[in-house]
């Protein structure tokens, strides 16, 4: 089945900078990538996501890049801000599924 | 701005006590989820439904779990008996569906279960 790794699992960066976190997929066959940002104590959201027929895809200062080759893809957030700080989360789903297999997280910090 | 509900946010229970959890999906979604978060297992899938079918529960466990769709707008959740280490967080999401030509989930605010 499905297995999706993510790193780092903390990152911490001064406001301003940018932060990147990427993620590896086991299925070749996976076809939807979603990326979710949960704050404490509240729901995961979706924030961003990409189909495998596209190589990148940009929403303000986040981007999700994909590479289908080496099966990864990544989450950039440009001009990080302290309300960035959270928890990530990666995903990859068989489109005909609709399953979606998480990653293990990667807590963001932004500091001031 | 729709979106999915859960009932009740918080539940403490006793060891061997039946729970019930209960969702409300977005109205028009036909795939509903059950997710578990624990710390150390991050976001786990339990099971999930399309047009309230059950499509694949295989990562709940049979002996104590159990998840129906009733009807289009409610989806449960039950744990008897109920144990500690069943204490997380129980997410329901909701999406379109590929039928709709989408794979989007969207989640509810979860229930947090605390077996003592």
């Known amino acids: 089945g499905e297995n999706v790794e993510q790193h780092p699992s903390t990152l911490s960066v001064q406001e301003g900078d940018s932060a990147v976190i990427k993620c590896t997929y086991s299925?070749?066959?996976?076809?939807?990538f979603p990326w979710y940002k949960q704050e404490l104590g509240k729901r995961p959201q979706l924030i961003i996501d990409?189909?495998?027929?596209?190589g990148e895809k940009k929403d303000q200062r986040i981007a999700v890049t994909l590479n289908k080759t080496a099966k990864h893809f990544s989450l950039h957030i440009t001009e990080t801000q302290p309300e960035d700080s959270a928890v990530y989360f990666c995903?990859?789903?068989?489109?005909?599924?609709?399953?979606?297999?998480f990653g293990q997280g990667t807590t963001l910090q932004v500091k001031p | 701005d729709a979106r999915v509900t859960q009932t009740p946010r918080h539940k403490v229970t006793e060891m061997g006590q039946e729970v019930t959890m209960r969702c409300q999906p977005i109205?028009?979604?036909?795939?509903v989820f059950w997710y578990r978060q624990t710390m150390m297992q991050g976001l786990e899938l339990l099971a999930y439904?399309?047009?309230?079918?059950?499509?694949?529960d295989s990562g709940m466990p049979k002996d104590r779990f159990s998840a129906e769709m009733p009807d289009a707008t409610l989806a449960t959740l039950k744990i008897q008996p109920s144990e500690p280490r069943d204490s997380a967080v129980y997410f329901c999401a909701s999406g379109p569906g590929p039928g709709q030509g989408s794979y989007e989930q969207y989640f509810g605010p979860g229930t947090r279960l605390t077996v003592t």
């Open positions: 299925d070749s066959a996976s076809n939807y």
């Open positions: 109205l028009g979604h036909n795939t």
């Open positions: 995903a990859a789903s068989l489109s005909n599924t609709g399953k979606l297999i």
């Open positions: 439904f399309r047009n309230r079918a059950p499509l694949d």
């Open positions: 990409i189909r495998s027929n596209v």
